[in-house]
């Protein structure tokens, strides 16, 4: 979890998910929160960037956006259940 003082100091601290009683639930609850919102950030600026260039003049493609990850997740877990290596780029 990541925090900003008063003074302007930005602190980060580190907890622990295996060991129950060493990582209260607000903590993991303000850092996976923390965590969320940076994925939301970066699919922010992906938007932005794939936006910008679908609407410079001349372009002969529009490049598709997809913000749903649920497949992606559960493509992921598969993979690491019976594991195999992550998935790789598919060549278009």
Same mark, same amino acid.
């Given at each position: ?23 209260p639930?607000e903590?993991? &609850? ?5 965590? %969320?919102? =940076?994925?939301v @950030?970066d699919?922010?600026?992906?938007k932005?960037?794939v ?5 410079t003049?001349?372009r ?12 992606? &997740?559960?493509?992921?877990e598969a993979? %690491?259940? =019976?594991?195999? @290596? ?7």
């Amino acid at each position: 979890v990541t925090f900003t003082d008063s003074g302007g100091v930005q602190t980060s601290l580190w907890g622990n998910v295996d060991r129950e009683k060493a990582t209260p639930d607000e903590f993991m &609850v303000e850092h996976f929160a923390q965590r %969320r919102k =940076s994925i939301v @950030d970066d699919c922010v600026k992906l938007k932005s960037d794939v936006d910008h260039f679908n609407a410079t003049p001349g372009r002969m493609t529009q490049l598709p956006l997809i913000l749903e990850f649920s497949d992606d &997740v559960a493509e992921r877990e598969a993979m %690491r259940g =019976s594991g195999g @290596d992550e998935p790789r780029p598919q060549a278009n």
